[in-house]
């Protein structure tokens, strides 16, 4: 379930929108509730909103073009478009000093080095965790105040305005969620191992739902670390945040990496066979082993279970799949898996069916595309 900054900048809003309402004609407040809608989506600039919900919405279009559009643009463009994007974010800060998530975007444009970037995230970590729980504690603080308390009933709650006040103090810790769940990929990334894991668990204690995914980064981790006992206890852990019944494609590569690395092939090749059978094309997925850029915003927003989410989930496992020296320059593991029969044929059937099938709809090569804006070492 990753995080859709659209949806979100459409939250913030609509919580706005009905705490302004007047509360003492319930009849006349659902009225003029039940023109948001329209409102949001042909006259957004005519609603109440802050500068923080101005800076949002500029972070929300600013994703779109650098996670979802920039990746898919042809070279003579990605310069215009990066430009634009960063305008956008120095845009957002200048309008909310505090608009974490453009101060954690520009953090990560701005350091080639994986390293690097890590550690300026993680020396801003405690302002962005004091400033964000201080949010929190203040959308708390008003929602317990019967003046400004609403009873208009939302498509976000369900005529609960309980629940609309727990929203509105869930979303101001969210950027913390963000950060923490970056400092974990970056973690990952550059080998720091625990630190990963730390961060994730950490951010798991904050948000027990996960609603960033930190899970599947933490997989991979234990998976470096050679760690089964801790994948599993996380495994057990996050049991019911899965989307499905079957073993999901983050989780299976950090199992077939650890028995492959203990000479379980067996074990190792029953992993690579419920992926196949668990994902659409996964044959060649497996075998091509594309890698994308990470998403800056947040993970890449995809279904579960679908093809995109294992080209995204082999992709993240980037860090598993190429360890070793091997000829093909895969990786020992990664080489391994590909030259697998079942991933071999698996991949020939995949190719035939895509054939028969016809172009993509987008017309790439990839099926995964732009589609927001409507939506310390061993």
Not at 77 to 91: Q, R, T
Not at 110 to 124: K, M, N, V
Not at 131 to 156: H, K, N, V
């Amino acid at each position: 379930m990753a995080f859709d900054p659209y949806r979100e900048d459409y939250q913030r809003l609509v919580l706005r929108y009905a705490s302004s309402l007047d509360q003492t004609n319930a009849l006349k407040a659902a009225r003029a509730f039940a023109s948001f809608g329209r409102r949001f989506s042909e006259t957004r600039d005519s609603l109440p909103q802050s500068d923080s919900d101005r800076a949002f919405n500029l972070v929300a279009q600013a994703t779109n073009l650098i996670d979802y559009t920039l990746p898919f643009a042809p070279d003579e463009k990605l310069e215009g478009i990066a430009g634009e994007a960063e305008h956008l974010l120095n845009e957002a800060l200048e309008l909310d000093p505090d608009c974490y998530d453009a101060r954690r975007m520009l953090t990560i444009g701005a350091h080639a080095s994986f390293d690097e970037c890590y550690h300026a995230l993680l020396q801003g970590l405690e302002e962005v965790r004091q400033g964000c729980e201080g949010r929190r504690d203040a959308a708390t603080e008003r929602a317990l105040d019967p003046a400004t308390q609403t009873t208009a009933a939302t498509p976000l709650t369900s005529g609960d305005a309980r629940d609309a006040a727990d929203l509105a103090a869930s979303m101001e810790l969210w950027p913390l969620e963000r950060w923490l769940a970056t400092l974990a990929s970056k973690a990952l990334i550059c080998g720091r191992y625990r630190a990963c894991v730390t961060h994730s668990l950490q951010l798991l204690d904050l948000d027990p739902e996960d609603l960033p995914d930190v899970r599947l980064t933490c997989a991979l981790a234990y998976a470096k670390l050679e760690d089964d006992q801790g994948l599993e206890a996380l495994a057990r852990r996050c049991s019911d945040l899965s989307d499905g019944k079957a073993e999901d494609a983050w989780l299976a590569l950090s199992r077939m990496a650890i028995a492959f690395k203990r000479g379980d092939l067996d074990g190792a090749k029953a992993h690579v066979r419920g992926l196949i059978k668990t994902y659409p094309f996964a044959g060649m997925t497996l075998s091509r082993q594309d890698e994308l850029p990470d998403g800056v915003f947040s993970r890449l927003d995809v279904d579960p279970f679908g093809e995109d989410e294992l080209i995204l989930a082999v992709s993240e496992a980037t860090v598993v799949l190429q360890e070793g020296r091997d000829p093909s320059e895969r990786g020992t593991l990664g080489s391994w898996m590909a030259k697998l029969p079942e991933v071999v044929d698996a991949a020939r059937n995949d190719e035939q069916s895509d054939r028969d099938a016809g172009p993509r709809p987008d017309g790439g090569t990839s099926p995964i595309g732009p589609t927001a804006g409507g939506g310390e070492g061993k």
